[in-house]
Structures are given as structure tokens and as C-alpha cells.
């Protein structure tokens, strides 16, 4: 087979106040034409580096110290900058991450791929136009001739990646690199893109290059994998090598972390300690030493061998051959290889019937969209969208909930509204039985430190002025409660969130994105709160600090009894720590139970679009279909009848017309379903 | 969008309604009598009295305001107190003079700053830049009577290229032209400065996001990525700034004016202070209100133009 794209000995520095930080050492695997190649790695890892560097679109202090990167018979690091430009669009195109910020908010999508096909003088205006129509059409945008008018911002969020889709393949490129093609789209989304990638491939016959950290992504859409860490490659393989007989301790631990291929439901989820290593610091033997459960004195020093038959299939590591080599290696794969964290979680003690801790009942939030005169000039005498509507739930001691939904569901309204940030219309909020719904701020603020929040962002979250320990303390001194030693708090919480304590006197931009959120959860136990909101508390997390934060928490929980609400979209990670879930849609609750039953067995059909949603990380068990179709609508047109009947493959007459009211399936399991799916 | 330009027009009425209320109590609020104040220390008593009867200075304060904001609202704005002619044929014949002096300093300083600005954003730290840092900075710190005293002494007195004062020959639109040119470019001068650092500044943001990158992915050409994109959305803000500027040169004009000797609503304001007559200052802040607003009200139609985000949300 011929190669496309073939990348050889590549390294690449970025000069850094800090020193030259070597992004990429070595870096070698060929992309063969037709393939889809997936490149994994968690971040920092530098697989976006590689797709900047093909393109020639490097940041102006990368420096590239070694190494050549042939396309076809052209080594594009040599190419003058018109040369890439030249190929730039045209042989080799691009989807880009977030298509919210991706696409120009001014221009419409005609004018922007009018623009991209500058370089064909051959074909007339009305031709560029037709064209660009088909390939809209391709691409599943209903109405193509008359939304290639719009702007971006008249497309809804995965319209708009269909587009930027739509945009890459327009110049019919031979190769197509995607950056972390869906990680800014919701579940359901994601699933039709992956869907879309797929038809498109096997239609155009494109050579595609994927760039993701998200394993199923991976698995879904992939022929050959290249897993990166830290800046080298540590193993390349079949799709169903990797995933199925994956050799290097990194590929295998990746694995053993993603919680959607954990089946056994469990508190606990395992992780790979330490921290990436500093690669503006020299390295010297293997770079996954520091972390690696299997380390050996040799890989502290000696390179690892490069073990395989051929480019497109190989490891580097010790334990494949060599001195050290282990035949016991890998083991079973039923077998773990990487620890579930550093303590085993005490017996939850603290007794979950004891009453409830947070009340949530009948809740409804609206949110005023327009003035009267507005409203009055226009004609409308709705002014406002309902954000919360008729939301019941509750939290015990000890307890966790899962909240989940898209964007939009109106989740974290939710969660700012029991805290008292967003006001609400009607219905009840009690806090160990006391109403606390609009509290006037006064009376509220003594309760704020039983009742903690754990921001979404954790750097934007924390103020860039503030050293850590000062950051950690910060609400001992908001509530004005008497600490005789500040330090010794501060240096207690964070031995309590086991974040090291000469990290204390560093500034939030210098903490990793675990780091940052270790004092996002001390600073959320500073009260010794007995209920945590939890807004995403994994988001922008790799898969192995995840598990990290997340045995944290349950530890936390055990010890101290916490209640938690954890709001997130994430239902892979939050169906493992939750004992009970949520779920919702345009501001209701659809459906509410014990985790593992609405995981196993869903009552509503969004709930089963959620579950399903998810790709699996697993190559032999692709999806042949997506689940359900469309986006979440507008609050401002919110459907009659069954709130979901506008994506709903089972809906029937009557859910266009009636609301269906909550029924119990069992005493703690209920659903907001006509026909229910058992 | 009618809603919207229904909503501006009415905000402007109120803004004009307030700034005549204020203009008059002013008048008021003076200690003495307005005729005594009009008319200076030296009237009589009986020009006095025979001015406040011509003037209803005998009527009830709230009435005198209503006719005032009546007549003003229909275009009288009063008479001149010692030529008694109608101040707004004065202030007619004067905003012609003060409208070229505006849009040209304007001009000139947009048709200079905004290219600056775009070519100290594309090479930042470049010689370019930092030499039109120094230059942007200097130009806004100099105070603008400064420049037309230094404009005037080298390019009228010492080289004697161009006409030191008037507004040139009526009729005669090159004699004119060739009056406008140093009091614009004293006018205009702080304004390149200003312009340039703005839009260097929203430049060097814009051309930081995502989307300028995936023109750069998809390959266009770096002029079109420059002038076609990204100055698209920086141009925005530097917009804004340019319609308020407006307003404030129309009170930086009075320096220009009364330096160059041209006439002008500036110098108009100036000379009717210095000589207490009040309606002629009354009517010639209402108009350069009136102006500043509607001035405001276009950069914003212009924005609502090119931005369609902002155009829905109307």
C-alpha cells in the first residue's frame, strides 16, 4: 500500500521562558493512503503538535530540531511558506476542535467557502456556489441552498461541525486531519458526527488523520492507532491490536482508565499516578518510568528497545525484549495493572436514611428573556423561558446524585439555584428541612458553609492573584471564623485533598488541571460543608487524573459523610460514583433512579440515547446506527406534548399533544414517559 | 430593527429633552436676573425691562422652558442678543465649516490609523511597531492647541505653504480646501494615535482566534486573511471610538477654530460665552448635542451593518 504521509525522526522544541521544552523526540509511524490513522494521548502529550507541524502552522517559538515530514514526494518542513500554503486546504484540509470558535461569526458559509476555492479560476461563481451546496448536502444539512446563507451563529452546535466538515472536504483533499473532531459536542451529537465521518470516509476515500483523547472516538472510527506520551510515540498497532493486545504499560493503563469500559460497577476507579514529566528537564531512559507500575531500574536509564515486526506495528518497552524481558507480560486482560488509587475507601458508615440532607420539590426557574415594551411591540405575552421546570429531587447524607444532561438541560441552573445564585419562580428547596429558597442573602450566608460548591472551570474559578495557600483559606476568611493558624489549615486541607504542600505557594497558572482542581475540592471542604455541588467536576480532565479526582471524592465522602450533587454530561464516569441519577432534558427531570438500573436498563428513550451515546472503546463493537437524531431545541420552543417528542424515535400521536406526568416503575425509580422502554 | 431605530430615536428625544432642561436651568441658576446677565452690567433699567418683556421673561419659569423646548424641537432656537437675528440661520451658516473640519481630521486620522494599527498588529515588536508606538503616543499626549500653534508657526509663518487663517473665499471649494489643511491635521493628529493603538490592540486579539487560524488551515492568502477577516472583526470596536471621537472633536474644533480664525460652531460657542450671549450658547450646544447623538446612532447602524450578530439582536 502506498504511503500518503510519511513522518520520520521528527522532534520539535518550543523556546520557553523556562527553557526549551521538547514537545516531540523521535517521532516516526508512515499514514498510509486510505487509512484512518487515530493519534491518542492525553494532554501534553503533543498530538496536536503534529498536526500544526504538517500543516507548517506552528506556534512562532516551535523549532523543529530534527526529523522530516514527506507528503507524497515533498518534505513539507522544507516547503517555503507559499508552497504550504499552496497545499495547505487544498491537499491537506482540517475539522477543527470547536466549531463555535473555528468559523468566522461574520461571514456567511457561502463567502467562506467561496473563499477556500479561490485557488480553482476555472470555475465560475455559480459553479463555486453549487458546489459548495452538494457538499453541504453531503453532509446532512437539510435546506442546503438556502442555509449556506446564514451565518454561523443561525447553526446550532452540531450543525456547525457538519459545516466545518462540509468546508474541509470542499477542495476534496487527500488527506483530512481532525482535531478532536466532537470533544466540544454533547453525546447524541457526537454520535452522529462519528456516524457522519464514517459514511463520508468510506465514500470519498480520504486518507484521514484522527487526533483525540477519547478512546472510543478512537475505536469507532480508526484502522491503526499511534499512542503518544509526552512527546513520544509508545506504540502503534491495528486498531484491534491496541485495543484488544495492547503491549506498552501506558497503552494498557489508558485502557484500564476509561470508565466506559468498565463494566462492573464500582466506587472506585483506577488510575495512573504522578504527573507527566517536566520535558523542558532532560529525560533519560524510558519517559513513562515515572509513572509506569512495572518500572524497572534499567528504564530509569536506558532507553527502551523499539519492539515489533514491522512501522505500522511496534512498542518500546523493557519487558518486550532484552535483558528484562518478561513472557508473563502483558497479563490476562481481565487482569488490572494499574492500582485503584492510594487508599482503600473506608465502609460508608454514615447511614444513608437518615433524612435528607437537600429537598429539592416542584422547582421552577424562569429566566426573562425581554423587556415589557419589547414583548408588548412584537406581540408576545410570554416574556420569559422556563429554565427549571417542576424539578423534584433530593440528596441524604452520604449520598451521591447524578445529574445529567446536555447543554442546555438547564443542570446548572439547577445547581445555582439551590445555592441560592439564581432566583426561582416557585416550588421549595429545604436544607436539613429548613426552606431555603430566595433566602435573603443575609440569612442564607451562614448556611453556605454547610452547603460548598465545586466550580466547573477550576483555574478561571480561582483568582490568578492569589497563591494557593491563600486561595485554600479563602473562605475561613469570607466567613469570618476564627483560625488562630492559617497555615496549618491550609497546609491540613491540602494533605486532606493530597495535593503536595510545596505546591501551596504557587500561583493557579502553575498547577496541572488535576492540581487545579485538588484546590477547587479543599477549597469546597474549607467549611467542612455537609453537602458539595459539584459543577463537571471532571471536565477537561485526562482519564487518569479523573480517577484520581474521583476516588478523592468518594474517600472524602466516606470519611466525612458528605452529600454530593454532582452535575455533569459525562455519564460514563458519573453511573460509577453515583448511588442515584437524574437525568434531563429542557429543564425536567425525564428520569430518576438507582444508578445501575438506568444504566442497565433505561425507561425513557433519552435516557437510553444517553447510555447508548457514548462510543465504545472497543473496535469490535462499533455502532452500525445512531440512536436518535437532531438537537436539543430551543427553550423558546419547547415542544407541545412530550418535551423529547421532537427527537423521539418512539414517539406516537399522543406524546405530540400531553405532557406524560411522572409514574413510578418502582417505589425510587420513575420516568416521564407514555411508553415507557420497560 | 424599526423597533430598535424606534427606541434610539426616542432615547435620542429624552437625551435632547434632558440637555435643554440642564442648558436652562443653567441660565436660571446663575445668580440675577437672566436680562441683567444677558444684557450685561452696564444696560439700564428700562432696556432691561423691555428685553424681559420681548424675551417672556415675565412668564412662570416652566412656561418659558415649554416654549423654548417647543421652538427648539421646531428649529427656533431664539434670537442673537445684540443682532437679534435668528441663531439658527447663525448657527446654519457656521456647521458647514465645523462638519468639513471634523470629517476631515477624522478622515485623515482613520485613512492613517487603522492601516497603522493593522501593520504594527501583524509584525508585533517590529520596528514598525514600536516606532508607530512611540509616534501613537506622543501624538495622543501633545494637546491639539500645541499642534496648531507649531502647525501654524512651520507650514504658514516659516514656510508659507499653506494659508495661516480664515476658511478661504466663499464659493471657492480649492481656496477652501486648501484652508482646511492645517487645522484638520492639528484636529486629526491625537486621533491617528489613538486609532492605531486601538486597532492594534483588537488586531493582535483577533488574529489570536481559532477561526483566523482555520483561514490560515484552509490556506487563503495572508492579505485576505488580514484585510478580509480579520480586520472585519476588529474593526468593530475602533468603529465605536470613531463616532464617539466625533463628538469630542467637535469641542476639540473650538481650538482649531479660534487659532486658525475660522468660523465654526466652536468658535461660535467661544465668542458667545466670552460676550454672554446666551441664546446663541444655549442653540449651538443643543445642535452639537443633537449631532453627537446622531453621530453615536450611525457608528452603531454601521456596526449592526457589518456585524450580523449584532444586526439580529436589534
Redesign the interface.
Known sequence: MDTLLDIRNLSLEFRTPRGRVKALREISFPIRKGRTIGIVGESGSGKSTILWAI?G?LASNAKVTSGEIMFEDRNLLALSESGL??????EI??V?Q?PM???????TYARQMF??L??RPGMSAAEKRRHAVEMMQKVGIADPESRIDQ?P?HFSGGMRQRAGIA?ALLTGPKLLLADEPTTALDVTLEAQIIHLLQELKSELDTTVVVVSHNLGLIAELCDEVVVMYAGEVVEVGEVRQIFHDPRHPYTRALLECDPARIEKASRRLPVILGDIPDLAKPQTGCIYATRCQRAMPICRTDAPPVVGLTVSRFAKCHLLAGPHHDPQWPPPPDVLTVPMGESVAAPRTVGRAQGELLNVTNLNVQFQIMGP??AW??GITRRHVDAVLDVSLSVRPGETVGLVGESGSGKTTLGRTILNLVPAQNGSVTFENREIRNMAERHFKPLRRDMAMMFQDPVGSLSPRKSVRALIVEPILIHGIDCPDLDAEAERLADLVRLPRPLLARYPHELSGGQARRVGVARALALNPKLIIADEPTAGLDVSVQGEILNLMADLQAEHGLGYLIITHNLPVVRHISDRLAIMYLGRIVEHGPADEIFRNPAHPYTKALVEGVPNPDPDRRRTHVSISGEVPSLLRRPQGCDFVTRCPYAQDRCRIEKPPHSRITPDHDHACFFPLR | MYIYLLKRLGLAVAVIGAVILVLFSLLHLIPGDPATIALGPRATPETIARYAAKMHLDDPIWKQLLVYAGNALTGDLGLDVFSERPVTAMIGERLGFTLALVFAGMGWAALLGIPLGCLSAIKPNSWVDRLTGILSVGAIAVPSFLVSIWALLIFAVQLRWLPAIGAGEPGDFSDQVVHLVLPAFAVGLGWVGYLARMVRASMLEVMGETYIRSARAFGLRPRKIVFGYALRVAILPTITLIGMGFGGLVSAAVFAEIIFSRPGIGKLIFDSVMSRNFPVVQGAVLVATALYIFVVLISDLVIAWLDPRVRESL
Do not use: K, W
Request: cysteine-free; aromatic content about 10%.
Open positions: 500543516l502552522l500554503q499552496a497545499v495547505r486546504g487544498e484540509s482540517v477543527f470547536d470558535t473555528s468559523q468566522i461569526p461574520v461571514l473563499d477556500i479561490y485557488r451565518y451563529h468546508m415594551v419589547s411591540m412584537r
